[in-house]
């Protein structure tokens, strides 16, 4: 039997959600924006009213001030989008909880918590999806970057380990690929930004060549620490996977779509890329090592 502590718990979610919303309308400044989060905040505030109705007076907390303060700070780090989107993508349990309510409440009340479940259904994923912001324009530049630089610079470092024993050496050159790549894919992606409606061609190639430096860096980095080879490559690999896994995760609370099978995917292509690559430097050597 559902009880009133429950009712006072969903209460609580919704009082939190509605105060993270109305932070967020503080500190927004496009109109555009600014409404379409006012609207969700009037929304939260109406689901909170309706299950304090039921359950009577929440506690607000330590433990709520916390969270509130890690989710605005995820907002500042990762776009209002992120952080709503997030929040809503859990609604699907949230909406069978609501549902097991129906029998325990009369009539009136059923058809005010029917209005509720369709908002945490789709009214409110959708308010989301209509935010304007950077971050989400920028995705697929942010993307190119990010899952070519992976893939390439993994192959390369892979490759040149099988060939070569020196770590700096093997950093060294990873870091001209990179470099070199990085430029050609922010001119590629300025172009391109050209012909492509409602595109910052600027804004695109920036985001491009900055997010594929930013990971040739972090995959780099274990081959300038001093450690042996493959030990380096391993770390190497490990962060490679790390770095996806982040962004795999960034991008599919955006775009709604499966975190695992995307992440499978991807990291099986890049252990694939690096294998080969370490096998035909591992061969190209012995080539190399048999010469007059």
């Given at each position: 039997?559902?009880?009133?502590?429950?009712?006072?718990?969903?209460?609580?979610?919704?009082?939190?959600?509605?105060?993270?919303?109305?932070?967020?309308?503080?500190?927004?400044?496009?109109?555009?924006?600014?409404?379409?989060?006012?609207?969700?905040?009037?929304?939260?505030?109406?689901?909170?009213?309706?299950?304090?109705?039921?359950?009577?007076d929440v506690s607000w907390g330590v433990k709520?001030?916390?969270?509130?303060?890690?989710?605005?700070?995820?907002?500042?780090?990762?776009?209002?989008t992120f952080v709503i989107k997030y929040l809503e993508g859990h609604e699907v349990n949230t909406v069978k909880k609501y549902e097991r309510v129906m029998e325990f409440i009369d009539e009136n009340r059923r058809a005010?918590?029917?209005?509720?479940?369709?908002?945490?259904?789709?009214?409110?994923?959708?308010?989301?999806?209509?935010?304007?912001?950077?971050?989400?324009?920028?995705?697929?530049?942010?993307?190119?970057?990010?899952?070519?630089?992976?893939?390439e610079l993994t192959g390369v470092l892979a490759g040149f380990a099988g060939y070569s024993g020196a770590p700096l050496q093997i950093a060294a050159a990873g870091l001209i690929v990179g470099v070199s790549a990085a430029m050609s894919m922010s001119a590629a992606a300025y172009a391109q930004a050209k012909h492509e409606k409602g595109k910052s061609p600027a804004a695109t190639s920036a985001f491009t060549g900055i997010f594929y430096m930013l990971t040739v860096l972090v995959l780099i980095t274990p081959l300038l620490i001093g450690l042996e080879v493959k030990s380096a490559l391993f770390l190497s690999i490990v962060f490679a996977l790390v770095f996806?896994?982040?962004?795999?995760?960034?991008?599919?609370?955006?775009?709604?779509?499966?975190?695992?099978?995307?992440?499978?995917?991807?990291?099986?292509?890049?252990?694939?890329?690096?294998?080969?690559?370490?096998?035909?430097?591992?061969?190209v050597k012995g080539l190399v090592d048999h010469l007059p």
């Open positions: 039997m559902v009880k009133e502590a429950e009712f006072r718990r969903y209460a609580l979610d919704e009082l939190f959600d509605h105060r993270l919303y109305s932070k967020l309308v503080e500190v927004e400044r496009k109109g555009e924006n600014l409404k379409l989060l006012e609207e969700l905040t009037r929304e939260e505030h109406s689901h909170y009213l309706f299950w304090r109705e039921l359950g009577g709520e001030d916390i969270k509130l303060a890690l989710y605005l700070i995820l907002a500042r780090l990762f776009g209002k005010r918590l029917r209005e509720i479940i369709e908002d945490e259904r789709r009214h409110e994923l959708e308010l989301a999806s209509m935010l304007d912001e950077l971050i989400v324009k920028q995705l697929g530049s942010i993307a190119l970057g990010v899952s070519d630089a992976i893939i996806l896994a982040a962004f795999t995760f960034f991008s599919s609370v955006i775009t709604g779509r499966r975190f695992i099978s995307e992440y499978l995917e991807n990291s099986s292509l890049i252990m694939s890329v690096a294998l080969a690559s370490y096998v035909f430097g591992h061969l």
